[in-house]
């Protein structure tokens, strides 16, 4: 509501927030800058006790200017789940999953669909094209079916197949293309200079990212607005990481929590780790990753767009880059499943794969305050479910 402007990080360029914009002209990301001062003189954080439990409740600082845009489906504020069996094992006093299952169309895409359609809607957006890994497209056709906006969107082959089922039954137009996300964006990219239409991508408008960064306010606030220590993330495209930080540093700019941020630790899979090579050669932005391939579709992102953003995040908050392999992203979706009752996707599994690294490592010690953040359920993914049900007869007697 308090939105001011919207900002180019990289050549410092201002723009106006109130119209359809994709990039920068230099072609980096724009983010949004709001009114500090009309947002604290508007707003109490005990206030929000009283408010609706969704991520609509932090409306002051969101970019829709007039409530009747909002396109809602009762997303955000999402449980903090304790896991003290798995936290025992690992020699964590206090380990908890952020757990995004519960949103509408099973993940955390929800958010940035949410505040991003609803935005688009608010500025008069007809039609909207996007290349997706499948879920973000989910969650985009489903907020467009609401608000009657069409959602053109292109998804690599072998992509899930329950993405395209989703996709089929919400009534957006989806073309499966073959290669990764990046060539999906290429046609894409083609589609929206000839017809006109709104991009939607990761960082190629300005409003997806503001639906993620209440993941930052909402652990804050679930932690009686302190940070935790350590936020453990899965990346691909990097706007979960980015939006947790910059949802923070705007409850820093508004005075609601201290000078503390949680060190937030990026993990991505083996098999398309850009992020991390790039971390760990001191890189500001990342290279391409050939051949990506990964039981975690979702964070196939070979080379993210606004990955300098990511890298800036992770190091200033003192965070790190980390790759985890396939099976050991199998056995931790297993035993979140099976010891701690949350049936994860495999992308929200990552993080509890990189755990026992970190610990070993001392980049986490046992009395840090650990927050995994799971980015979706399980049961869009019966392709990594490992099940053995045995055959009965009916008269047959079972122990
Ligand atoms: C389930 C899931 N987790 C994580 C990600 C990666 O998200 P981000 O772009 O924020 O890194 C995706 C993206 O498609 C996803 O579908
Ligand atoms: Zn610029």
């Known amino acids: 509501m308090f939105v001011k402007e919207l ?15 994709q990039t920068c002209s230099c072609g980096a990301p724009l983010l949004a800058v709001y009114d500090s001062g009309q947002i604290t003189a508007a707003l109490r954080k005990e206030d929000l006790a009283a408010r609706p439990n969704s991520l609509w ?62 935005r688009a809607k608010e500025l008069g957006v007809r039609t909207l094209a996007m290349p997706t890994n499948g879920n973000a497209g989910g969650a985009w056709a489903a907020y467009c079916a609401r608000a009657g906006i069409r959602a053109v969107l292109v998804m690599p082959r072998n992509a899930p197949a329950m993405n395209r ?46 639906g993620k960064k209440t993941l930052g306010f909402e652990l804050a606030e679930q932690f009686g607005w302190e940070a935790p220590d350590a936020v453990l993330v899965p990346c691909g495209g990097g706007l979960g990481i980015i939006g947790i930080y910059k949802g923070l540093r705007e409850l820093q700019k508004i005075g609601w929590i201290g000078p503390k941020l949680p060190r937030l630790i990026a993990v ?7 992020m991390v090579r790039a971390f760990r050669e001191g890189k500001p932005d990342v290279e391409f990753w050939e051949n990506a391939k990964t039981c975690a579709f979702g964070i196939t992102a070979p080379r993210p767009l606004g990955a300098f953003l990511t890298l800036e995040a992770l190091h200033k908050t003192n965070g790190c880059a980390v790759a985890v392999d396939d099976a050991a992203i199998l056995r ?33 010690g046992p009395r840090d305050r650990v ?21 009965i007869a009916p008269d047959a007697s079972i122990a």
């Open 7 to 21: 900002h180019c990080l990289r050549c410092g360029t201002v723009h106006a927030a109130d119209q359809v914009i």
């Open 57 to 118: 409740r932090y409306r002051e600082l969101l970019p829709v200017r007039d409530a009747a845009h909002i396109v809602s489906m009762n997303e955000g504020m999402t449980p903090l789940i304790p896991l003290e069996k798995l936290g025992r094992e690992l020699g964590l006093t206090d380990l908890r999953l952020k757990d995004e299952s519960p949103q509408p169309t099973g993940t955390f895409k929800a958010r940035g669909a949410s505040v991003g359609v609803s």
């Open 165 to 210: 089922m989703e996709i089929g039954m919400l009534g957006a137009s989806l073309f499966l293309v073959g290669g990764v996300i990046t060539d999906a964006g290429t046609v894409v990219n083609r589609a929206i200079t000839e017809h006109g239409w709104l991009n939607a991508a990761t960082f190629k408008e300005p409003w997806r990212i503001e």
């Open 268 to 274: 991505q899979s083996a098999g398309c780790a850009p």
């Open 332 to 364: 931790a979706q297993k035993a979140l499943a099976a010891r701690e009752g949350c049936h994860v996707c495999p992308e929200g599994a990552a993080p509890l794969a990189a755990l026992p690294e970190l610990r070993r490592s001392g980049i986490i």
């Open 371 to 391: 927050v995994l953040l799971n980015t979706g359920t399980g049961l869009k993914y019966p392709e990594t479910a490992d099940y053995k049900a045995r055959e």
